[in-house]
């Protein structure tokens, strides 16, 4: 359970960087994303650890994973502005 608990806060902190290294015009600060990609990789950790039992590691980093990755993609804004029209124009 330790290994798969640090196994995931190292694949969350990379996804972190890795998402904030690639898109840092549209994430908010660095302090913000890579705390929310540990504790999502860790939740999801958790939750896959719960639904499986001790199935493998494998099962598990994967959740992680996906969880974390589904953490980080809430906090994307939109690429551009979108314009909007008055209903008089």
Known sequence: ???????ATILGLAL?????????HRLPARVLVLPT?????L?????THTALGAGGLLPVLIGSAAI???????LLRPARR????SATA
């Open 68 to 74: 974390s990755a589904a953490s980080l993609s809430l």
């Open 37 to 41: 990609g540990i504790a999502g990789a």
């Open 16 to 24: 972190a960087w890795a998402a904030a290294h690639r898109l840092p």
């Open 1 to 7: 359970m330790l290994l798969e608990a640090l196994s």
């Open 43 to 47: 939740f999801g950790a958790f939750v």
């Open 82 to 85: 979108l314009r909007r029209r």
